[in-house]
Protein backbone atom coordinates (compact mmCIF):
# COMPACT_ATOMS: atom_id res chain seq x y z
CA UNK A 1 0.00 0.00 0.00
CA UNK A 2 1.40 3.55 -0.97
CA UNK A 3 2.44 5.66 2.04
CA UNK A 4 1.67 9.23 0.23
CA UNK A 5 -0.38 10.07 -2.65
CA UNK A 6 0.83 13.44 -4.56
CA UNK A 7 -2.39 14.14 -5.40
CA UNK A 8 -3.71 14.14 -1.70
CA UNK A 9 -1.15 16.83 -0.78
CA UNK A 10 -1.38 18.61 -3.96
CA UNK A 11 -5.19 19.02 -3.49
CA UNK A 12 -4.27 20.52 -0.07
CA UNK A 13 -1.56 22.86 -1.07
CA UNK A 14 -3.89 23.92 -3.44
CA UNK A 15 -6.27 24.43 -0.86
CA UNK A 16 -3.95 26.26 1.86
CA UNK A 17 -2.51 28.66 -0.74
CA UNK A 18 -6.13 29.97 -2.20
CA UNK A 19 -7.21 30.30 1.47
CA UNK A 20 -4.48 32.51 2.69
CA UNK A 21 -5.05 34.97 -0.54
CA UNK A 22 -8.86 34.81 0.94
CA UNK A 23 -8.30 34.91 4.19
CA UNK A 24 -5.43 38.12 3.85
CA UNK A 25 -7.51 39.57 1.00
CA UNK A 26 -11.24 39.44 3.37
CA UNK A 27 -9.94 41.11 6.18
CA UNK A 28 -7.58 43.78 4.75
CA UNK A 29 -10.32 45.15 2.03
CA UNK A 30 -11.00 48.60 3.20
CA UNK A 31 -15.05 48.60 2.01
CA UNK A 32 -15.59 45.62 3.69
CA UNK A 33 -18.47 46.85 5.70
CA UNK A 34 -19.74 48.54 3.37
CA UNK A 35 -20.82 45.27 1.21
CA UNK A 36 -24.43 45.29 0.36
CA UNK A 37 -25.08 41.60 1.09
CA UNK A 38 -27.86 41.78 -0.93
CA UNK A 39 -26.53 42.31 -3.99
CA UNK A 40 -22.68 41.57 -4.13
CA UNK A 41 -20.17 42.35 -6.67
CA UNK A 42 -19.28 38.77 -7.85
CA UNK A 43 -15.37 38.78 -6.36
CA UNK A 44 -16.89 39.29 -3.25
CA UNK A 45 -19.76 36.36 -4.07
CA UNK A 46 -16.73 33.90 -4.93
CA UNK A 47 -14.38 35.33 -1.83
CA UNK A 48 -17.51 33.60 -0.08
CA UNK A 49 -17.77 30.54 -1.27
CA UNK A 50 -13.85 29.98 -1.64
CA UNK A 51 -14.11 30.31 2.27
CA UNK A 52 -16.45 28.12 2.98
CA UNK A 53 -14.12 25.24 1.66
CA UNK A 54 -13.01 23.92 4.79
CA UNK A 55 -14.95 20.03 3.35
CA UNK A 56 -12.00 19.60 1.42
CA UNK A 57 -9.64 19.48 4.15
CA UNK A 58 -12.03 17.56 6.16
CA UNK A 59 -12.12 15.02 3.04
CA UNK A 60 -8.59 14.98 1.97
CA UNK A 61 -7.95 14.37 6.05
CA UNK A 62 -10.34 11.51 5.79
CA UNK A 63 -8.79 10.06 2.69
CA UNK A 64 -4.94 10.21 4.55
CA UNK A 65 -6.06 9.12 8.23
CA UNK A 66 -8.07 5.60 6.72
CA UNK A 67 -4.88 4.91 4.53
CA UNK A 68 -2.97 5.22 7.65
CA UNK A 69 -5.36 3.34 9.40
CA UNK A 70 -5.15 0.22 7.75
CA UNK A 71 -0.97 0.31 6.63
CA UNK A 72 -0.89 -0.10 10.38
CA UNK A 73 -3.34 -2.78 11.01
CA UNK A 74 -2.65 -4.44 7.96
CA UNK A 75 1.34 -4.03 7.65
CA UNK A 76 2.45 -2.57 11.06
CA UNK A 77 0.83 -5.24 13.38
CA UNK A 78 -1.21 -2.76 15.61
CA UNK A 79 -3.94 -3.93 17.70
CA UNK A 80 -7.04 -1.44 18.12
CA UNK A 81 -5.69 -0.46 21.33
CA UNK A 82 -2.55 0.91 19.67
CA UNK A 83 -4.18 2.33 16.99
CA UNK A 84 -6.97 4.18 19.23
CA UNK A 85 -3.97 5.77 21.33
CA UNK A 86 -1.81 7.30 18.37
CA UNK A 87 -5.09 8.57 16.66
CA UNK A 88 -6.40 9.98 20.21
CA UNK A 89 -3.38 11.90 20.93
CA UNK A 90 -3.20 12.74 16.78
CA UNK A 91 -6.86 14.62 17.57
CA UNK A 92 -5.59 16.23 20.56
CA UNK A 93 -2.00 18.01 18.90
CA UNK A 94 -4.51 19.15 16.63
CA UNK A 95 -6.92 20.46 19.28
CA UNK A 96 -4.45 22.13 21.18
CA UNK A 97 -2.75 23.87 17.99
CA UNK A 98 -6.43 24.92 16.87
CA UNK A 99 -7.71 26.63 20.15
CA UNK A 100 -4.01 28.39 20.20
CA UNK A 101 -4.51 29.27 16.77
CA UNK A 102 -7.82 31.00 17.05
CA UNK A 103 -7.43 32.29 20.33
CA UNK A 104 -3.30 34.09 19.41
CA UNK A 105 -2.85 34.13 16.08
CA UNK A 106 -6.02 33.21 14.23
CA UNK A 107 -8.35 35.55 11.38
CA UNK A 108 -10.87 37.94 12.70
CA UNK A 109 -14.04 37.34 13.27
CA UNK A 110 -16.61 40.20 11.30
CA UNK A 111 -19.58 41.50 12.87
CA UNK A 112 -21.16 42.80 9.78
CA UNK A 113 -24.04 44.45 12.01
CA UNK A 114 -21.56 46.51 14.28
CA UNK A 115 -18.82 46.89 11.61
CA UNK A 116 -16.27 45.43 14.13
CA UNK A 117 -13.71 42.65 13.58
CA UNK A 118 -13.27 39.93 16.82
CA UNK A 119 -9.35 39.82 16.34
CA UNK A 120 -7.26 36.91 17.93
CA UNK A 121 -4.97 38.32 20.24
CA UNK A 122 -1.76 38.82 18.52
CA UNK A 123 -3.55 40.42 15.43
CA UNK A 124 -5.30 43.00 17.73
CA UNK A 125 -2.07 43.74 19.44
CA UNK A 126 -0.49 44.37 16.06
CA UNK A 127 -3.36 46.10 14.50
CA UNK A 128 -4.39 48.59 17.62
CA UNK A 129 -1.10 48.20 20.34
CA UNK A 130 -3.35 47.07 22.59
CA UNK A 131 -3.42 43.81 24.59
CA UNK A 132 -7.14 42.50 24.84
CA UNK A 133 -7.10 38.91 26.07
CA UNK A 134 -9.70 37.08 24.23
CA UNK A 135 -13.40 36.20 24.31
CA UNK A 136 -16.11 33.74 24.33
CA UNK A 137 -17.12 34.19 20.56
CA UNK A 138 -13.59 33.23 19.86
CA UNK A 139 -12.85 30.15 22.61
CA UNK A 140 -16.26 28.54 21.37
CA UNK A 141 -15.62 29.05 17.37
CA UNK A 142 -15.80 25.94 15.55
CA UNK A 143 -12.64 26.76 12.70
CA UNK A 144 -11.22 24.11 10.45
CA UNK A 145 -8.73 22.98 12.71
CA UNK A 146 -10.88 22.54 15.45
CA UNK A 147 -13.70 20.69 13.01
CA UNK A 148 -10.31 18.29 11.83
CA UNK A 149 -9.38 17.42 15.26
CA UNK A 150 -12.73 16.40 15.99
CA UNK A 151 -13.17 14.45 13.01
CA UNK A 152 -9.72 12.45 13.21
CA UNK A 153 -11.23 11.41 17.06
CA UNK A 154 -14.69 10.58 15.23
CA UNK A 155 -13.01 8.63 12.50
CA UNK A 156 -10.57 6.74 14.18
CA UNK A 157 -13.44 5.52 16.56
CA UNK A 158 -15.93 4.68 13.52
CA UNK A 159 -12.70 2.62 12.01
CA UNK A 160 -12.48 0.71 14.91
CA UNK A 161 -16.32 0.27 15.64
CA UNK A 162 -16.58 -0.91 12.01
CA UNK A 163 -13.49 -3.61 12.32
CA UNK A 164 -15.27 -4.64 15.00
CA UNK A 165 -18.84 -5.37 13.92
CA UNK A 166 -17.84 -6.29 10.35
CA UNK A 167 -14.77 -7.60 10.62
CA UNK A 168 -13.16 -8.97 7.65
CA UNK A 169 -16.63 -8.67 5.58
CA UNK A 170 -16.42 -4.83 5.78
CA UNK A 171 -17.05 -3.22 2.63
CA UNK A 172 -15.76 0.41 1.50
CA UNK A 173 -19.45 0.99 0.13
CA UNK A 174 -20.56 1.27 4.21
CA UNK A 175 -18.54 4.39 4.35
CA UNK A 176 -20.76 6.12 1.60
CA UNK A 177 -23.95 5.28 3.10
CA UNK A 178 -22.83 6.58 6.60
CA UNK A 179 -21.44 9.94 4.28
CA UNK A 180 -24.79 10.14 2.91
CA UNK A 181 -27.11 9.01 6.14
CA UNK A 182 -24.70 11.77 8.21
CA UNK A 183 -24.94 14.57 5.60
CA UNK A 184 -29.33 13.95 5.69
CA UNK A 185 -28.86 13.79 9.54
CA UNK A 186 -27.18 16.96 9.99
CA UNK A 187 -30.34 18.77 8.58
CA UNK A 188 -31.15 18.98 11.98
CA UNK A 189 -28.76 22.06 12.13
CA UNK A 190 -30.89 24.19 10.75
CA UNK A 191 -33.73 24.01 13.70
CA UNK A 192 -31.11 23.70 16.48
CA UNK A 193 -29.00 26.99 15.53
CA UNK A 194 -31.68 29.06 16.87
CA UNK A 195 -31.69 27.51 20.13
CA UNK A 196 -27.91 27.52 20.21
CA UNK A 197 -27.74 31.22 19.40
CA UNK A 198 -30.07 31.79 21.82
CA UNK A 199 -28.23 29.91 24.57
CA UNK A 200 -25.13 31.82 23.72
CA UNK A 201 -27.15 35.45 24.02
CA UNK A 202 -28.78 33.77 27.42
CA UNK A 203 -25.34 32.30 28.60
CA UNK A 204 -27.49 28.96 29.08
CA UNK A 205 -24.27 26.87 29.74
CA UNK A 206 -25.71 23.14 29.53
CA UNK A 207 -27.81 23.78 26.15
CA UNK A 208 -24.55 25.71 24.97
CA UNK A 209 -21.64 23.55 25.90
CA UNK A 210 -23.93 21.02 24.92
CA UNK A 211 -24.85 22.02 20.99
CA UNK A 212 -21.64 23.68 20.45
CA UNK A 213 -19.42 21.28 18.53
CA UNK A 214 -22.51 20.03 16.58
CA UNK A 215 -24.47 23.33 15.05
CA UNK A 216 -21.95 26.05 15.91
CA UNK A 217 -20.37 28.30 13.21
CA UNK A 218 -18.20 27.57 11.34
CA UNK A 219 -17.74 24.37 10.67
CA UNK A 220 -19.16 22.18 13.28
CA UNK A 221 -19.94 18.46 13.30
CA UNK A 222 -23.26 18.49 11.27
CA UNK A 223 -22.27 18.17 8.77
CA UNK A 224 -18.58 18.53 8.25
CA UNK A 225 -17.92 14.96 9.57
CA UNK A 226 -20.05 13.84 6.46
CA UNK A 227 -16.82 15.21 4.53
CA UNK A 228 -14.24 13.04 6.34
CA UNK A 229 -16.95 10.20 5.99
CA UNK A 230 -16.92 10.47 2.25
CA UNK A 231 -12.68 11.02 2.78
CA UNK A 232 -12.83 7.25 4.01
CA UNK A 233 -15.14 5.87 1.58
CA UNK A 234 -12.31 6.90 -0.45
CA UNK A 235 -9.21 5.62 1.56
CA UNK A 236 -11.26 2.28 1.94
CA UNK A 237 -11.44 2.31 -1.85
CA UNK A 238 -7.65 3.36 -2.50
CA UNK A 239 -6.53 0.70 -0.05
CA UNK A 240 -8.04 -1.83 -1.90
CA UNK A 241 -6.19 -3.55 -4.87
CA UNK A 242 -8.30 -2.59 -7.77
CA UNK A 243 -7.87 1.16 -8.38
CA UNK A 244 -10.38 1.22 -10.63
CA UNK A 245 -13.13 0.78 -8.69
CA UNK A 246 -12.73 4.53 -7.73
CA UNK A 247 -14.54 5.09 -10.37
CA UNK A 248 -17.60 4.89 -8.79
CA UNK A 249 -16.65 8.19 -7.00
CA UNK A 250 -17.62 9.54 -10.50
CA UNK A 251 -21.43 8.81 -10.83
CA UNK A 252 -21.54 9.54 -6.88
CA UNK A 253 -20.01 12.68 -6.95
CA UNK A 254 -21.68 13.98 -9.93
CA UNK A 255 -25.13 13.35 -8.70
CA UNK A 256 -24.32 15.08 -5.24
CA UNK A 257 -23.57 17.80 -6.72
CA UNK A 258 -26.20 18.25 -9.29
CA UNK A 259 -28.40 17.81 -6.30
CA UNK A 260 -27.22 20.35 -4.14
CA UNK A 261 -26.83 22.89 -7.30
CA UNK A 262 -30.31 22.34 -8.42
CA UNK A 263 -31.55 22.93 -4.74
CA UNK A 264 -29.68 25.96 -4.18
CA UNK A 265 -31.32 27.34 -7.58
CA UNK A 266 -34.52 26.98 -6.49
CA UNK A 267 -33.79 28.45 -3.20
CA UNK A 268 -33.34 32.00 -1.86
CA UNK A 269 -29.64 32.61 -2.02
CA UNK A 270 -28.46 33.62 1.51
CA UNK A 271 -24.34 32.53 1.02
CA UNK A 272 -22.45 36.02 2.09
CA UNK A 273 -24.99 36.18 4.68
CA UNK A 274 -23.97 32.75 5.94
CA UNK A 275 -27.20 31.60 7.05
CA UNK A 276 -28.09 27.96 8.73
CA UNK A 277 -30.85 27.31 6.21
CA UNK A 278 -32.14 25.15 3.18
CA UNK A 279 -29.67 27.13 0.87
CA UNK A 280 -26.56 26.51 3.19
CA UNK A 281 -27.72 23.04 3.48
CA UNK A 282 -28.10 22.75 -0.62
CA UNK A 283 -24.20 24.30 -0.57
CA UNK A 284 -22.85 21.39 1.51
CA UNK A 285 -24.29 18.64 -0.60
CA UNK A 286 -23.78 20.22 -3.99
CA UNK A 287 -19.94 20.39 -1.83
CA UNK A 288 -20.10 16.94 -0.50
CA UNK A 289 -20.26 16.03 -4.98
CA UNK A 290 -18.04 18.18 -5.77
CA UNK A 291 -14.97 17.75 -3.78
CA UNK A 292 -15.57 13.87 -3.91
CA UNK A 293 -14.59 14.76 -7.77
CA UNK A 294 -11.46 16.93 -6.99
CA UNK A 295 -10.41 14.35 -5.16
CA UNK A 296 -10.61 11.73 -7.63
CA UNK A 297 -9.78 14.28 -10.38
CA UNK A 298 -6.44 15.09 -8.23
CA UNK A 299 -5.91 11.32 -7.45
CA UNK A 300 -6.08 10.17 -10.83
CA UNK A 301 -3.97 12.87 -12.65
CA UNK A 302 -1.03 12.57 -10.18
CA UNK A 303 -1.24 9.16 -8.77
CA UNK A 304 -3.28 6.41 -11.01
CA UNK A 305 -3.29 7.36 -14.33
CA UNK A 306 -0.84 4.95 -16.86
CA UNK A 307 2.49 6.93 -16.31
CA UNK A 308 1.80 10.24 -14.79
CA UNK A 309 4.24 12.57 -15.90
CA UNK A 310 7.53 14.61 -13.77
CA UNK A 311 5.34 17.13 -11.74
CA UNK A 312 6.06 20.56 -13.09
CA UNK A 313 8.20 23.20 -10.75
CA UNK A 314 4.48 24.82 -10.18
CA UNK A 315 3.13 21.96 -9.39
CA UNK A 316 5.82 21.23 -6.38
CA UNK A 317 5.97 24.91 -5.04
CA UNK A 318 2.13 24.44 -4.46
CA UNK A 319 2.18 20.59 -3.55
CA UNK A 320 4.73 21.85 -0.26
CA UNK A 321 2.13 23.79 1.04
CA UNK A 322 -0.39 20.49 1.41
CA UNK A 323 3.19 19.05 3.31
CA UNK A 324 4.08 21.69 5.78
CA UNK A 325 1.22 24.74 5.31
CA UNK A 326 -0.12 23.88 8.71
CA UNK A 327 2.71 26.33 10.41
CA UNK A 328 2.17 28.76 7.34
CA UNK A 329 -1.18 28.93 8.05
CA UNK A 330 -0.77 29.19 12.06
CA UNK A 331 0.66 32.39 11.84
CA UNK A 332 -0.20 34.07 8.20
CA UNK A 333 -2.94 36.59 9.91
CA UNK A 334 -0.10 37.62 12.15
CA UNK A 335 2.57 38.14 9.46
CA UNK A 336 0.25 39.99 7.10
CA UNK A 337 -1.25 42.10 9.67
CA UNK A 338 2.33 43.12 10.34
CA UNK A 339 3.63 43.42 7.17
CA UNK A 340 0.38 45.72 6.81
CA UNK A 341 1.45 48.08 9.96
CA UNK A 342 4.94 48.25 8.29
CA UNK A 343 3.34 49.65 4.94
CA UNK A 344 1.42 52.19 6.61
CA UNK A 345 4.35 53.31 8.67
CA UNK A 346 5.74 54.73 4.82
CA UNK A 347 2.45 55.12 3.36
CA UNK A 348 0.21 56.31 5.62
CA UNK A 349 -3.02 56.72 3.81
CA UNK A 350 -2.25 53.07 2.66
CA UNK A 351 -5.60 51.42 1.59
CA UNK A 352 -6.84 48.24 0.08
CA UNK A 353 -9.40 47.88 -2.66
CA UNK A 354 -10.99 44.12 -3.09
CA UNK A 355 -8.72 43.98 -5.91
CA UNK A 356 -5.62 45.61 -4.05
CA UNK A 357 -6.47 43.55 -0.95
CA UNK A 358 -6.28 40.07 -3.07
CA UNK A 359 -3.27 41.34 -4.83
CA UNK A 360 -1.40 41.74 -1.61
CA UNK A 361 -3.07 38.08 -0.76
CA UNK A 362 -1.29 36.74 -3.21
CA UNK A 363 2.03 38.37 -2.74
CA UNK A 364 2.18 37.35 0.62
CA UNK A 365 0.83 33.45 -0.42
CA UNK A 366 3.94 33.70 -3.46
CA UNK A 367 6.43 35.07 -0.26
CA UNK A 368 5.34 31.78 1.72
CA UNK A 369 5.90 29.63 -0.96
CA UNK A 370 9.84 30.80 -1.58
CA UNK A 371 9.98 29.98 2.56
CA UNK A 372 8.84 26.88 2.21
CA UNK A 373 11.16 26.38 -1.08
CA UNK A 374 14.18 27.31 1.46
CA UNK A 375 12.52 25.26 4.72
CA UNK A 376 11.98 22.38 2.64
CA UNK A 377 15.99 21.64 3.10
CA UNK A 378 15.37 20.99 6.84
CA UNK A 379 13.39 18.74 6.96
CA UNK A 380 10.76 21.43 7.90
CA UNK A 381 12.25 21.40 11.27
CA UNK A 382 11.07 23.05 14.00
CA UNK A 383 7.44 23.48 12.53
CA UNK A 384 3.80 22.30 14.17
CA UNK A 385 4.59 19.65 11.36
CA UNK A 386 7.66 18.52 13.08
CA UNK A 387 6.60 18.66 16.28
CA UNK A 388 3.44 16.79 16.33
CA UNK A 389 5.55 14.43 13.91
CA UNK A 390 7.83 14.16 16.81
CA UNK A 391 5.35 13.62 19.97
CA UNK A 392 3.71 10.79 17.45
CA UNK A 393 6.61 8.51 17.38
CA UNK A 394 6.31 7.81 21.31
CA UNK A 395 2.93 6.03 20.53
CA UNK A 396 3.53 4.86 16.80
CA UNK A 397 5.14 5.28 13.43
CA UNK A 398 4.66 8.46 11.93
CA UNK A 399 4.31 8.63 7.97
CA UNK A 400 4.09 12.74 8.46
CA UNK A 401 8.00 12.50 10.06
CA UNK A 402 9.21 10.34 6.67
CA UNK A 403 7.02 13.10 4.55
CA UNK A 404 8.70 15.84 6.11
CA UNK A 405 12.20 14.39 5.31
CA UNK A 406 11.47 13.57 1.81
CA UNK A 407 11.69 9.78 2.37
CA UNK A 408 7.90 9.00 1.86
CA UNK A 409 6.93 7.11 -1.05
Do not use: C
Not at 71 to 88: F, I, S
Amino acid sequence: MKKNYRGLDVLRGLGIFVLLIMHTGFYHFAGLYDLDLNNPPLIVTLIGFLLMFAGIFAMISGVSHTLQYQRKRRQLGYDPKKLWRYNTRTAVYLLLVAYVYFIVTGPGIVDMANRTMNESILVHLINTGQFAGTNLTRVLYVDSLVMLGINVFLMGGIYLLMEKYFKKKIKAEYYLILAIGFMLLSLVRIPLYPIYYDAFEARNWPVLLGLNFFVSKNNPIFPYLSFGLMGMWIGMLLGQKDTKKLKIILPVGSVLFGIGILAYILLPDTMLERGIDPSWFAIMIAQLGLFALMVYGSLWYFDLRPNPEKPSKAIIFIERFGVAGLTVFFIESVVSALIAKILRVFVPTLSFDIFGALTYGLALALLWGIVLIAWEKTGYRYGIEYWIAKGLRKVGKSEKQEKLSGKSV
